[in-house]
T-cell receptor, first 115, second 113 residues
Framework: GNSVTQMEGPVTLSEEAFLTINCTYT??????LFWYVQYPGEGLQLLLK?????DKGSNKGFEATYRKETTSFHLEKGSVQVSDSAVYFC??????????????FGKGTHLIIQP | DADVTQTPRNRITKTGKRIMLECSQT?????MYWYRQDPGLGLRLIYY???????NKGEISDGYSVSRQAQAKFSLSLESAIPNQTALYFC????????????FGQGTRLTVV
């Protein structure tokens, strides 16, 4: 079946630091890949996505590139802000398995940005 | 107004009680989902529905039931709540096409005492 593995948290960084949150996946077929963000007390919001190999998703200064050869979709941001503090989830969607076209999620990474 | 609305937002109930969580959406999506979020476990799929007549069990359906009353409404029931069902519950919707993203409600925080 499908699975997503992302780095455990919490990840604590200083403001303006460079961010990388690693995500690797196992899936049959050709999945689409997503990063969702959950701010305190809120639901999940789509941050960015990529639907095929070598695609780069980007939004709000965050980027992630779909790497089929390494089955990875690492999230990066060049200069984080306190307002980026949240829980980040890597997820995949594949018609071939896993949640019957629902999303398969990683366990989430809690990011804390200190001023 | 939110596209995906969950009620209630917070609920405390006693062990053995029946409780229903409700979800409604204005996105016009055919597909609806119920997920459960627990610390360190991410989100796990409880039930999903592709249309009003199509309901399916997810990864962790034991102890839960659902009803798809209309395209826009999908409710989750705990017939006899137990403490390990204490969690944050999310409803989500998606379009009926391949590899599309899901849209989430704000969540319902359920505590079973």
């Amino acid at each position: 079946g499908n699975s997503v593995t992302q780095m455990e948290g919490p990840v604590t960084l200083s403001e303006e630091a460079f961010l990388t949150i690693n995500c690797t996946y196992t899936a049959t077929g050709y999945p689409s890949l997503f990063w969702y963000v959950q701010y305190p007390g809120e639901g999940l919001q789509l941050l960015l996505k990529a639907t095929k190999a070598d695609d780069k998703g980007s939004n709000k200064g965050f980027e992630a590139t779909y790497r089929k050869e390494t089955t990875s979709f690492h999230l990066e941001k060049g200069s984080v802000q306190v307002s980026d503090s949240a829980v980040y989830f890597c997820a995949l969607s594949s018609r071939s398995g896993g949640g019957a076209d629902g999303l398969t999620f990683g366990k989430g990474t809690h990011l804390i940005i200190q001023p | 107004d939110a596209d995906v609305t969950q009620t209630p937002r917070n609920r405390i109930t006693k062990t053995g009680k029946r409780i229903m969580l409700e979800c409604s959406q204005t996105k016009g999506h055919d597909r609806m989902y119920w997920y459960r979020q627990d610390p360190g476990l991410g989100l796990r799929l409880i039930y999903y529905s592709f249309d009003v007549k199509d309901i399916n069990k997810g990864e962790i359906s034991d102890g839960y039931s659902v009803s798809r009353q209309a395209q826009a409404k999908f409710s989750l029931s705990l017939e006899s709540a137990i403490p390990n069902q204490t969690a944050l519950y999310f409803c989500a919707t998606s379009e009926a096409r391949k590899n599309t993203e899901a849209f989430f409600g704000q969540g319902t925080r359920l505590t079973v005492v």
